[in-house]
């Protein structure tokens, strides 16, 4: 990806975290319905990814801060479809966690803030600030009590 397409995607990802933030505020199924379906369009792309062409996460390393360029370039660079294997997992557990009620989906939504927290330090190579605004939207969703599970649930409360 070039620099401009690598701009034009954050931006795009920047807007689309602005409108899952509304949403959790204003409508909270309809943003559980949105981030059940970024998890698992996520845990596809990870998973194809991972296993059709692993170099591709090295990529993230030039965008990384800290450290994080450390753990890409070294023990990460080793073991890449391993470990994004597990990622795409549980991204698919996340995405089908939101489906569901109770404890279930804010098991979820404390999984999908510990991760947007985790791929903040990735950089622009993460969308950043996407993923704080994303972890905020989270936040709202987890305090929010679902009684049901989206099948059962008025739609757009």
Same mark, same amino acid.
């Not at 059940?36 to 030039?62: C, D, K, M, Q």
């Not at 990735?122 to 009590?145: D, M």
């Given at each position: 990806?070039?620099?401009?397409?690598?701009?034009?995607?954050?931006?795009?990802?920047?807007?689309?975290?602005?409108? %899952?933030?509304?949403?959790?505020?204003?409508?909270?199924?309809?943003?559980?319905?949105?981030?059940? %379906?970024?998890?698992?369009?996520?845990?596809?792309?990870?998973?194809? =990814?991972?296993?059709?062409?692993?170099?591709?996460?090295?990529?993230?390393?030039?965008?990384?801060?800290?450290?994080?360029? =450390?753990?890409?370039?070294?023990?990460?660079?080793?073991?890449?479809?391993?470990?994004?294997?597990?990622?795409?997992?549980?991204?698919?557990?996340?995405? %089908?966690?939101?489906?569901?009620?109770?404890?279930?989906?804010?098991?979820?939504?404390?999984?999908?803030?510990?991760?947007?927290?985790?791929?903040?330090?990735?950089?622009?190579?993460?969308?950043?600030?996407?993923?704080? =605004?994303?972890?905020?939207?989270?936040?709202?969703?987890?305090?929010?009590?679902?009684?049901?599970?989206?099948?059962?649930?008025?739609?757009?409360?």
């Amino acid at each position: 990806m070039s620099g401009t397409e690598a701009i034009i995607a954050s931006i795009a990802s920047n807007i689309i975290a602005l409108f %899952l933030l509304l949403l959790a505020w204003k409508k909270k199924n309809a943003a559980r319905i949105c981030f059940a %379906l970024l998890f698992v369009w996520a845990s596809v792309i990870n998973w194809r =990814t991972a296993h059709n062409s692993p170099g591709e996460y090295l990529n993230y390393s030039s965008y990384a801060v800290g450290f994080y360029k =450390t753990i890409i370039n070294d023990y990460f660079s080793k073991h890449i479809t391993g470990y994004v294997s597990i990622i795409a997992v549980a991204q698919l557990i996340m995405g %089908l966690g939101f489906l569901a009620r109770g404890i279930i989906v804010k098991a979820s939504c404390l999984a999908g803030i510990v991760f947007f927290i985790c791929i903040a330090p990735l950089g622009l190579g993460a969308a950043f600030p996407f993923s704080i =605004t994303a972890a905020v939207a989270l936040i709202l969703l987890y305090r929010y009590n679902f009684e049901y599970d989206i099948f059962k649930n008025k739609w757009f409360v």
